[in-house]
């Protein structure tokens, strides 16, 4: 696409230009954008960058492996691998709020940053995949007056302690756009097609607070969710697709037995880019399939609902 091969070219001087030979560090959460953004800085600067993968417990199921195998092994970028998941879940244990929950996640994710940053010597900027429509919706709801809906907690600048300052070469990129990008850099395909996932992880899909065996419960449910998506071929229709935990049990009846479990929400959404979306239509037998193994496959759900809100006037996320 020759769009995207001139904004690359353009991207790479911009970057060398702001960069010079300063130290750069990259949060990488997974997500098509880190990574593209990492990549593409990568391109500009090779080792002048290091990434920071923050395993904040919140990830879906083998999400870190899958991540720290691509970009150590198949890219070769000097990556660090961060343990900090009792840091984000003891300190999440409890909180209901959901901006509550999206602020502590940003500021561990913030001063998780900055303790690795010191350990390897310092960085003089920070690289994050910030998208155009994380850059709006974080300011204010399109047509109403300034309202935050939700933090973005890869939005908003550092403290002014760090002295870093921000590259956000994706900052003016839908995510189709980014898509390309990241096929004009090589990523491979099933990579770039990766549906987005938030920055703030399961967290907010276990609405009324986290807990190690919520997230394990959830993560369960939405990897089987997955396997059957991609089994039907409807991956790459559909925009995002993830199961919510809620915080509500149902009574229910297996074998001869009452049963007393969590309810599992499914959403799937399809969209352009994020900032409004239709719920997914799905065929009824596809949706009592899943049901049915989630159910059997899965301890402590023993109810299965489908969300057919859109956005507005629901938002993608339940949180
Ligand atoms: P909502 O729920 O606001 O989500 O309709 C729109 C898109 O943004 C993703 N999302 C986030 N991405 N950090 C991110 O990187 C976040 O804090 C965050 N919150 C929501 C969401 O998954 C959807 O694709």
Redesign the pocket.
């Known amino acids: 696409d020759w769009t995207m091969a001139a904004f690359r070219e353009q991207a790479v001087e911009e970057i060398r230009a702001k960069v010079g030979d300063g130290k750069v560090i990259c949060g990488l959460?997974g997500?098509v954008?880190s990574s593209v953004a990492a990549v593409l800085i990568h391109e500009a600067i090779g080792d002048q960058l290091t990434c920071i993968f923050v395993d904040h417990g919140l990830l879906r199921m083998n999400e870190a492996d899958e991540v720290v195998a691509m970009f150590r092994d198949h890219y070769n970028i000097p990556l660090v691998h961060v343990q900090a998941q009792d840091t984000f879940i003891d300190a999440l244990e409890g909180e209901m709020d959901p901006e509550v929950k999206?602020k502590t996640i940003g500021r561990l994710f913030i001063e998780t940053f900055e303790a690795e940053a010191k350990k390897i010597g310092g960085a003089d900027f920070l690289a994050q995949g910030t998208l155009y429509?994380?850059v709006i919706?974080s300011v204010s709801f399109t047509g109403g007056p300034s309202v935050t809906?939700?933090?973005?907690?890869?939005v908003g600048g550092l403290p002014e302690r760090m002295n870093m300052q921000l590259v956000e070469p994706l900052r003016e990129l839908f995510k189709d756009e980014v898509r390309l990008l990241g096929h004009e850099l090589g990523l491979p395909a099933h990579f770039v097609g990766r549906q987005?996932?938030?920055?703030?992880g399961l967290a907010?899909r276990c609405p009324g607070g986290v807990t190690r065996e919520k997230l394990d419960i959830l993560r369960q449910a939405d990897a089987i969710y997955l396997d059957e998506i991609r089994k039907a071929g409807l991956y790459d229709a559909i925009?995002?697709a993830f199961a919510v935990l809620l915080p509500v049990q149902t009574v229910g009846v297996m074998g001869d037995g009452r049963t007393y479990e969590f309810v599992c929400a499914l959403r799937a959404v399809t969209s352009v880019d994020?900032?409004t979306?239709d719920f997914y239509h799905y065929d009824m037998d596809f949706l009592g399939n899943t049901a049915t193994r989630i159910i059997n496959e899965v301890r402590g759900i023993n109810r299965v609902v489908y969300d057919v809100t859109s956005?507005p006037p629901g938002?993608?996320?339940w949180e």
């Open positions: 959460s997500g954008d999206r429509p994380d919706e809906i939700k933090s973005h907690h890869n987005p996932f938030p920055g703030p907010i925009w995002q994020g900032m979306a956005k938002t993608i996320e």
